[in-house]
Nanobody
C-alpha cells in the first residue's frame, strides 16, 4: 500500500506562485514515475505534469507549459510542482499520483495510487 500526501495548496491572486509537495510512503518511490493531475468542478481530471523515475523525462499539459515545473527528490520520497504566473483557470483540486512503471504519460490509467488532493484557488 502506498500513501501519498499533498500539501502546499491555498488561495493566491492571479500572477502569484505556489509550490505543491507530495510525500510518498513507498520505499520504492524512486523507481516509479509520478504525476500531478487536477480536477476543476464539472470537469474531468486532467494531467498537469508527469516525471519519470529519475526525473530525466517530463510531460506538461499545453496549458501550463512555461509556468509550472515538476521535480522530485528521491532521497526524500517527494515530488514537487512549482506553479508560477497562476491564472484563475488553474483553480482546481490538485492530485499527486504514482505511476505503475518508471515512465508514464498523461493517462490516468497509467497511475495506481492517488493522494487525497489539495485545493488551489486563484483569484482574479
Amino acid at each position: 500500500q502506498v500513501q501519498l500526501v499533498e500539501s502546499g495548496g491555498g488561495l493566491v491572486q492571479a500572477g502569484g506562485s505556489l509550490r505543491l509537495s507530495c510525500a510518498a510512503s513507498a520505499r520504492t518511490f524512486g523507481i516509479y514515475a509520478m504525476g500531478w493531475f487536477r480536477q476543476a468542478p464539472g470537469k474531468e481530471r486532467e494531467a498537469v505534469a508527469t516525471i519519470s523515475w529519475r526525473g530525466g523525462s517530463t510531460y506538461y499539459a499545453d496549458s501550463v507549459k512555461g509556468r509550472f515545473t515538476i521535480s522530485r527528490d528521491n532521497a526524500k520520497n517527494t515530488v514537487y510542482l512549482q506553479m508560477t504566473s497562476l491564472k484563475p483557470d488553474d483553480t482546481a483540486v490538485y492530485y499527486c499520483a504514482k505511476a505503475r512503471g518508471g515512465t508514464a504519460g498523461p493517462r490516468t490509467l497509467e497511475y495506481d495510487y492517488w493522494g487525497q488532493g489539495t485545493q488551489v484557488t486563484v483569484s482574479s
